[in-house]
């Protein structure tokens, strides 16, 4: 069979070829569901563009560079690697290749960003894990290198750079309306120092939604460094109050499995005695029952792709980053916020 | 600070220039101590080696294809995100990169092969995941493609490609030695069905280690699909037995949880009443405490970097493909398998 052209895919979806260009090349002037039907056809038909001609084309390295995450966590850190997969799955459909690197802290990242450029020219950057003070951000957009990052400018203005972020409050404050609806009153929250601002964030979705509730009580506001261990010690504290919790809102999947520890620990039932709820879905709480806000992997990595060929099209440096896109985390329930 | 030349970096290692070229394009010359030396000073001065220069001595595109793992096991193939870290990082100190592709089977990744080498000419593929029939092997081959696998060539000639892969017989060996070791002589295994080859590796250290012993009882040696619904029914019916075991390995990390969740359903000890033992160790399995046998990952994704320099330096097609390179998995104990 002979390898099917821009010409056939724009005729057996019924557009224009200049649609099927703008679906590979700039998706965000296509309506979605002409983009999702000629992406379809893409696929059905495995269309390749050709790379030569876009190259010349649109000057471009087709090339993306991203990095891998280290190992260091290993429940909610894992989601990072689903990211990774649907950014290179999403991009290569649009004729672009994901260029990996690794790093540890940013001068490290910033150093590979540097032999990147000179040795592989690529478009763009697509960044994970934005932190107050990023160093990353600031070098890129000093040189005016193109690039998105999934994670908000934490500490910096809204508008410093094109984001994508899930919206963390969203989540919590689901969990917490959620336990509400099914009798809950006691709920605390497990969070961290308030040094990260991504935990505060999670934290005034529970606070708002208990506030609103008319339920207040600061000694169910809890502080604590990340991981199992942090989250064993602080519910075994909470579950020796005289008016314990009957309910945690945890902002991590970590967190969530050592309040589970500790409740399976002295006989209690998850879901019955005490519900727990984590964030970020992990594999792990997939698996154990744990239910957990969910980050849309898929869309972000969609959006963070779509920010680019619009930071790309757009004048270097654009008046105004495109974006951002702020996406609702979703509550996924399982066993431990069952009551039966 | 002057960027540091190779000059430098021999100086302060003291090796000639021809050493630290080594190090960087043929490290299988040099010996382990003087790499581990020179690597190092590599490090510490931020070293970078001129790519350009490089593609002129060697005329290679010193890019490197591999697939990102698509999310559809979240306990056992996590481990895979680790093997995908260490090949990024070790490559990158040798001056190469890491170009990913998605894809969902092998036609699919074939077709990802193909336009990869059409638009950016890759030196070389590391492939993960290898099977009996693999047709990607068999299409690398033929085509001449330099390419190294993670994983053996089930049901092919040995030599018939270069591998790394990992002893799965010695991890459940030195599993089940241990368990012995600690007094257990009633040791079962959980399985998967025998069309799967690397199962039944895994499966032939146990049975070979209990026939050492002079243990022989076949109701223990059960077959099941992945997943930890199906290692929680098979653990009932072990369980329910007149003489049931008091310990059990299994064949990943995702049946050992589904041991677990039955164990500690009927009010038994991990541990103390029924030890378990999984394989894989994944993120999941260090966090609740399951003792499992770790691949490892850096050394294995060293190996296949090794051999990859090996076949590239090779005329092509290679008399002999050079490797194998086969790993001793490393048993991790935790808290399931202690008695106390």
């Known amino acids: 069979m002979a390898r099917p052209t821009l010409e056939i895919v724009a005729a057996r979806a019924a557009v224009s070829r200049q649609t099927v260009s703008n679906v590979l090349n700039s998706p965000h002037l296509v309506r979605p569901e002409t983009r999702t039907r000629v992406e379809a056809v893409i696929a059905e038909?495995?269309?390749?563009?050709?790379?030569?001609?876009?190259?010349?084309?649109?000057?471009?390295?087709?090339?993306?560079g991203a990095r891998i995450e280290p190992p260091r966590d290993g429940i909610n850190r894992v989601v990072l690697t689903?990211?990774?997969?649907?950014?290179?799955?999403?991009?290569?459909?649009?004729?672009?290749?994901v260029m990996l690197f690794a790093a540890d802290e940013d001068r490290d990242e910033i150093g590979q960003y540097e032999q990147l450029l000179e040795d592989h020219d690529l478009d763009a950057f697509v960044l994970t894990d934005t932190h107050v003070g990023d160093a990353r951000t600031a070098w890129l957009a000093e040189r005016q290198v193109p690039f998105v990052t999934f994670g908000r400018p934490w500490?910096?203005?809204?508008?410093?750079?094109?984001?994508?972020?899930?919206?963390?409050?969203?989540g919590t404050r689901a969990a917490t309306t959620h336990l509400l609806d099914i009798g809950h009153r006691r709920i605390a929250f497990l969070g961290w120092p308030s040094d990260a601002a991504a935990g505060d964030d999670r934290r005034d979705g529970w606070a708002q939604t208990c506030a609103a509730a008319g339920i207040h009580?600061?000694?169910?506001d809890v502080r604590?460094?990340?991981?199992?261990?942090?989250g064993r010690a602080a519910t075994a504290k909470l579950l020796d109050l005289a008016d314990p919790p009957?309910?945690?809102?945890?902002?991590?999947?970590?967190?969530?499995?050592?309040?589970?520890?500790?409740?399976?620990?002295?006989?209690?039932?998850?879901?019955?005695?005490?519900?727990?709820?984590?964030?970020?879905?992990?594999?792990?709480?997939a698996v154990i029952g744990l239910s957990s806000?969910?980050?849309?992997?898929?869309?972000?990595?969609?959006?963070?792709?779509?920010?680019?060929?619009?930071?790309?099209?757009a004048p270097q440096p654009a008046p105004t980053?495109?974006?951002?896109?702020?996406?609702?985390?979703?509550?996924?329930?399982?066993?431990?916020?069952?009551?039966?």
């Open 45 to 64: 038909l495995g269309y390749r563009p050709n790379r030569a001609a876009q190259t010349l084309k649109t000057r471009r390295s087709q090339l993306v």
């Open 82 to 97: 689903h990211f990774l997969h649907a950014l290179t799955s999403r991009a290569q459909l649009q004729g672009l290749r």
């Open 155 to 170: 500490g910096a203005l809204s508008a410093y750079h094109s984001w994508v972020d899930v919206d963390g409050g969203a």
């Open 217 to 220: 009580d600061e000694r169910l």
């Open 224 to 230: 604590v460094p990340e991981g199992l261990e942090h």
């Open 246 to 285: 009957t309910a945690l809102v945890c902002v991590t999947d970590s967190l969530a499995l050592g309040v589970w520890a500790e409740v399976t620990r002295r006989g209690l039932r998850v879901g019955r005695d005490v519900a727990i709820v984590g964030f970020d879905d992990s594999p792990t709480a």
């Open 293 to 313: 806000a969910a980050q849309p992997m898929d869309q972000a990595a969609a959006a963070c792709l779509e920010l680019m060929h619009t930071v790309l099209d």
């Open 321 to 340: 980053p495109p974006g951002p896109v702020l996406l609702a985390p979703q509550l996924v329930l399982r066993a431990s916020t069952a009551r039966d």
